[in-house]
């Protein structure tokens, strides 16, 4: 097969390079890094050629190098870069008061593939679940939202953070407890960020969640919050919902889409037969279906046989949610 072929999805990806598919997915969108194809089910598809853009990216950016500043470069550029070693440079100290140990390599991992100026912010927060400081961690919220657009915060800090918290509790850098610590807190702050939107009457309705067997729903809070803060009447209906009650929800409130949040595990066969089960028996007819979280891409067998729509990041959830508003609206218009 051609070395430049796209056909390796994300999960090939992200094992060969050693990244998270988040940080693929920034990279892409703000820096045009790679192009991936996308199949007819919205699946991205990626080239050996792709790869080895990504890990040279990735090996430049763990050695200092800001993305935004090497995401244009010729692959013998890239290589070029790597090996002068006199070139590289380490990674900026944040703050006088929490400076980067030489010893924290996940944590210079999703610092590297941060916004620069997220990543005081990201830090500061790190430190206080490590810490189980629970001051420190709302005021970094605090901060961040004051500092930058509700997209920005939500897409650039709260899911790089709560991604590189369960990649420190799943590998025992972390304890269950500060897994829990964190995401109480996360929760809290996000519910509140949601309940300053008052929806229109007339606004669309959309349900939030996870489905049953998935119980974390920092995901599904964003994507909530995300939604209200485009004038989405949003339901939030909380983790692990049976595919019935959904669709029961679904019907009772038309609503116009559903929004399900798939973060761990990523190889649970329940959750394949929730959403089949949705989409093929509960879900009312004109009701658009949303998959988006980390593990999302785990699951793509439900994307080839259902008509549920994968929404990889916040900005593709905002774009899927402007097309399904306006299609309603052209839907009005041509019966009035």
Same mark, same amino acid.
């Given at each position: 097969?051609?070395?430049?072929?796209?056909?390796?999805?994300?999960?090939?990806?992200?094992?060969?390079?050693?990244?998270?598919?988040?940080? %693929?997915?920034?990279? +892409?969108?703000?820096?045009?890094?790679?192009?991936?194809?996308?199949?007819?089910?919205?699946?991205?598809?990626?080239?050996?050629?792709?790869?080895?853009?990504?890990?040279?990216?990735?090996?430049?950016?763990?050695?200092?190098?800001?993305?935004?500043?090497?995401?244009?470069?010729?692959?013998?550029?890239?290589?070029?870069?790597?090996?002068?070693?006199?070139?590289?440079?380490?990674?900026?100290?944040?703050?006088?008061?929490? /400076?980067? &140990?030489?010893?924290?390599?996940?944590?210079?991992?999703?610092?590297?593939?941060?916004?620069?100026?997220?990543?005081?912010?990201?830090?500061?927060?790190?430190?206080? %679940? +490590?810490?189980?400081?629970?001051?420190?961690?709302?005021?970094?919220?605090?901060?961040?939202?004051?500092?930058?657009?509700?997209?920005?915060?939500?897409?650039?800090?709260?899911?790089?953070?709560?991604?590189?918290?369960?990649?420190?509790?799943?590998?025992? &850098?972390?304890?269950?407890?500060?897994?829990?610590?964190?995401?109480?807190?996360?929760?809290?702050?996000?519910?509140?960020?949601?309940?300053?939107?008052? /929806?229109?009457?007339?606004?669309?309705?959309?349900?939030?969640?996870?489905?049953?067997?998935?119980?974390?729903?920092?995901?599904?809070?964003?994507?909530?919050?995300?939604?209200?803060?485009?004038?989405?009447?949003? %339901?939030?209906?909380?983790?692990?919902?049976?595919?019935?009650?959904?669709?029961?929800?679904?019907?009772?409130?038309?609503?116009?889409? %559903?929004?399900?949040?798939?973060?761990?595990?990523?190889?649970?066969?329940?959750?394949?037969?929730?959403?089949?089960?949705?989409?093929?028996?509960?879900?009312?007819?004109?009701?658009?279906?949303?998959?988006?979280?980390?593990?999302?891409?785990?699951?793509?067998?439900?994307?080839?046989?259902? &008509?549920?729509?994968?929404?990889?990041?916040?900005?593709?959830?905002? +774009?899927?949610?402007?097309?399904?508003?306006?299609?309603?609206?052209?839907?009005?218009?041509?019966?009035?």
């Amino acid at each position: 097969m051609s070395y430049s072929e796209p056909r390796h999805p994300m999960n090939v990806v992200t094992r060969r390079t050693g990244m998270t598919s988040h940080a %693929i997915r920034v990279w +892409e969108k703000r820096y045009n890094a790679v192009r991936p194809q996308r199949t007819d089910t919205n699946r991205r598809l990626y080239s050996d050629a792709d790869i080895d853009r990504l890990r040279l990216l990735h090996a430049a950016t763990q050695q200092g190098h800001a993305i935004s500043g090497i995401a244009s470069l010729k692959v013998e550029e890239l290589e070029r870069l790597l090996q002068d070693a006199a070139e590289l440079k380490p990674l900026p100290r944040l703050h006088a008061d929490s /400076p980067l &140990r030489q010893d924290d390599a996940d944590l210079a991992a999703n610092l590297a593939t941060a916004e620069p100026e997220l990543r005081p912010y990201l830090a500061q927060a790190q430190r206080a %679940i +490590e810490a189980l400081d629970d001051i420190a961690l709302e005021a970094a919220l605090r901060e961040a939202l004051a500092d930058f657009p509700r997209p920005v915060m939500l897409e650039g800090f709260v899911i790089p953070l709560m991604g590189w918290l369960g990649e420190c509790w799943q590998s025992g &850098r972390l304890r269950v407890a500060h897994e829990h610590f964190a995401s109480s807190i996360v929760k809290g702050f996000l519910l509140t960020m949601r309940g300053q939107y008052a /929806p229109d009457p007339s606004a669309p309705i959309l349900l939030c969640g996870t489905p049953a067997g998935q119980h974390h729903e920092i995901g599904a809070l964003t994507a909530a919050e995300t939604a209200s803060s485009l004038g989405w009447h949003v %339901i939030y209906m909380g983790p692990s919902i049976p595919a019935e009650e959904i669709g029961y929800i679904a019907r009772e409130r038309h609503a116009a889409a %559903i929004a399900l949040s798939v973060v761990y595990p990523v190889d649970d066969p329940r959750v394949v037969r929730e959403i089949r089960e949705l989409a093929q028996s509960h879900l009312p007819a004109g009701t658009e279906l949303l998959i988006g979280g980390t593990g999302a891409e785990a699951y793509n067998i439900v994307f080839d046989e259902t &008509r549920a729509v994968h929404v990889p990041t916040l900005h593709d959830l905002a +774009e899927t949610l402007h097309r399904i508003r306006d299609a309603r609206g052209r839907a009005v218009r041509a019966r009035a």
